[in-house]
């Protein structure tokens, strides 16, 4: 499994929300408190992806070593701020390859994506989906993973004008029906909203004036983090944010 987040407030650092909080990311990556079977470390790579403050698309940084063992981006991420922020760091499922452009967060445009879990069954259960792509999408995927798929199709939506809500959601189902069992905890955003999908492992929320942070795990002993329950939906403003039931198959 992974860990992700994403933050949309007032500009912060990088390393505020990935590196400096007591259980941060870079301490998931070692040392994460739930990751249901998937692995013990997210060692198989990070990415960080984010929206500089004159409003351009969005900036990726992406590594397929671990988190822990990058010297560029303590520096970098002391010095580069953001309001709205998506990261990740990966543990590969077996027999999934190990390189940059299999760490989310993936990209197109202003959308970043992220995917916590594992596609049951790869690749023959979700063989029929794939399928129903474009093929110069699946010849253009950033890796041969569950997760780079997983963004296609929820691309293909985006592209086709499907409300981003409704695009991960309807992926979701897709997924979930044609492999029993997967873990498709999703996260999209672009700068300003984020979606999240809860189906199969953890998701919280915390909320403040002004600004919104959903995460794998919470990142500190903040009291205002609140656990979503299993086959939920979330879609989160700085403003605030609202869960709906998803459907899951």
Do not use: K
């Not at 994403?6 to 990088?14: E, H, I, R, S």
């Not at 505020?16 to 060692?43: I, K």
């Not at 979930?176 to 300003?192: E, I, M, Q, Y």
Request: negative net charge; proline residues 8%.
């Amino acid at each position: 499994m992974c860990r992700h987040l994403a933050y949309v407030g007032p500009l912060v650092t990088l390393g505020a929300v990935l590196l400096d909080p007591p259980h941060s990311l870079l301490r998931q990556s070692w040392a994460p408190r739930d990751m249901r079977g998937g692995g013990t470390v997210n060692a198989d790579g990070f990415g960080v992806g984010w929206y500089p403050p004159d409003g351009g698309p969005p900036i990726r940084y992406r590594r397929g070593t671990p988190i822990w063992s990058d010297a560029t981006l303590p520096e970098l991420a002391a010095v580069t701020t953001s309001g709205a922020v998506l990261a990740a760091v990966r543990s590969a499922t077996v027999g999934m390859p190990v390189l940059d452009t299999a760490a989310a967060p993936f990209a197109e445009g202003r959308w970043l994506f992220s995917h916590n879990g594992v596609v049951r069954g790869w690749p023959d259960s979700v063989a029929g989906l794939a399928g129903g792509l474009p093929v110069r999408d699946l010849l253009t995927l950033d890796a041969p993973t569950d997760s780079a798929l997983l963004w296609a199709l929820v691309r293909h939506r985006l592209r086709a004008g499907v409300e981003p809500a409704r695009a991960v959601a309807e992926t979701v189902a897709a997924v979930a029906a044609a492999a029993p069992g997967s873990w498709l905890n999703l996260l999209l955003t672009d700068g300003h909203t984020v979606v999240a999908s809860v189906a199969g492992h953890a998701l919280s929320v915390r909320q403040r004036p002004g600004e919104v942070l959903l995460a794998s795990e919470p990142y500190d002993d903040d009291p205002g983090w609140q656990a979503v329950p299993d086959g939920r939906l979330v879609v989160a403003t700085a403003a605030g944010a609202r869960t709906d039931a998803l459907a899951t198959g």
